[in-house]
């Protein structure tokens, strides 16, 4: 099983400054199976990069996603108020999915 | 509007059973691989099981193998979750979700998300 290891675990910030999220996998994950979620409190999760670095459909332009093999990279260049969340990695590879244990990223 | 929703969950018994559904609209259903994920109370998120479309490519999480039972009825545009033997731990929420693109055999990636339905596992 591939385990994602995500940080910081929270990462205080103010508003127009840049966010860098890592996700590291315990063995080589395939680019086109990693993904990051956003989640807000008693909301579902919503797909933001897939592919490890394209943006699902809706999602700004300061939103991007880069890395390979183990290590992955979110970046939100300038934080906007509604930013303020919880993000996930995720990965599938060998028949099995698992994520990462996500990194809340809150108003400072 | 592709929309999931969810329904089943409740409160029940250590060692019981309950059947989740997450009915499915606004997509070709049959053609998209499908996951359970769950979030228990102020944790993150666990994947628990995918299908693909077809119902023939099945997986589980380790923690849930031999207890819980995914399947779909592409007839009715419905997943399943039949999840027995339930255990303290078990209590969640539980999200369906579906598989970005029909290419893919697994859910690998999921873009549109149910609201969830709580599964209380408590005595």
């Known amino acids: 099983e591939v385990v994602l290891t995500q940080s910081p675990g929270t990462l205080s910030l103010s508003p127009g400054e840049r966010a860098t999220l890592s996700c590291r996998a315990s063995q080589s994950v395939s680019s086109s199976y990693l993904a990051w979620y956003q989640q807000k409190p008693g909301q579902a999760p919503r797909l933001f990069i897939y592919g490890a670095s394209t943006r699902a459909t809706g999602i700004p332009d300061r939103f991007s996603g880069s890395g390979s093999g183990t290590d992955f990279t979110l970046t939100i260049s300038r934080l906007e108020p509604e930013d303020f969340a919880v993000y996930y990695c995720q990965q599938y590879g060998n028949s099995r999915l698992s994520f990462g244990g996500g990194t809340k990223v809150e108003i400072k | 509007e592709v929309q999931l929703l969810e329904s089943g969950g409740g409160l029940v018994q250590p060692g019981g059973s309950l059947r989740l559904s997450c009915a499915v609209s606004?997509?070709?259903?049959?053609?998209?691989?499908l996951s359970w994920v769950r979030q228990a109370p102020g944790k993150g998120l666990e994947w628990v099981s995918g299908i693909s479309g077809s119902g023939g490519w099945i997986s589980y999480a380790d923690s849930v193998k031999g207890r819980f039972t995914i399947s779909r009825d592409n007839s009715k545009n419905t997943l399943y979750l039949q999840m027995n033997g339930l255990r303290v731990e078990d209590t969640a929420v539980y999200y369906c979700?579906?598989?970005?693109?029909?290419?893919?055999?697994?859910?690998?990636?999921?873009?549109?998300w149910g609201q969830g339905t709580t599964v209380t596992v408590s005595s």
């Open positions: 979700a579906k598989s970005l693109t029909s290419s893919w055999t697994a859910p690998a990636t999921m873009d549109v």
């Open positions: 606004g997509f070709s259903f049959s053609s998209y691989a």
